[in-house]
């Protein structure tokens, strides 16, 4: 059998990864937080659907730096930039994307 093994490599690749919704969740869960650009657009729209299911909370960073929760229709319409971070209760949304 010949088998080659591709590797991805460069910012297409690395940008890919940030989207994955469990690597973003990972990435949250064990660094506390994750900045999100006002422009990634993909990742902010991942970050959306994990917050509508109770898997992370979306903060606006605001120009004096201070997080402010939002929510609801306010996440789409957000221009700042992002920090999302674990919900406050706990690691219970974890459980369902383990193996």
Do not use: H, K
Not at 6 to 20: K, S
Not at 71 to 79: F, L, N, P, Q, V
């Amino acid at each position: 059998m010949d088998t080659t093994n591709v590797v991805g490599v460069g910012a297409r690749f690395a940008a890919r990864r940030q989207r994955d919704p469990r690597r973003l969740m990972e990435q949250a869960y064990e660094a506390g937080s994750v900045p999100v650009a006002a422009e990634d657009g993909a990742t902010r729209l991942v970050a959306r659907l994990l917050a509508a299911m109770g898997l992370l909370t979306v903060a606006e960073i605001g120009a004096d730096g201070t997080p402010v929760p939002i929510t609801g229709a306010a996440i789409r319409d957000s221009t700042a930039p992002w920090r999302v971070s674990r919900p406050e209760t706990g690691t219970a949304g974890l459980a369902a994307f383990s193996p």
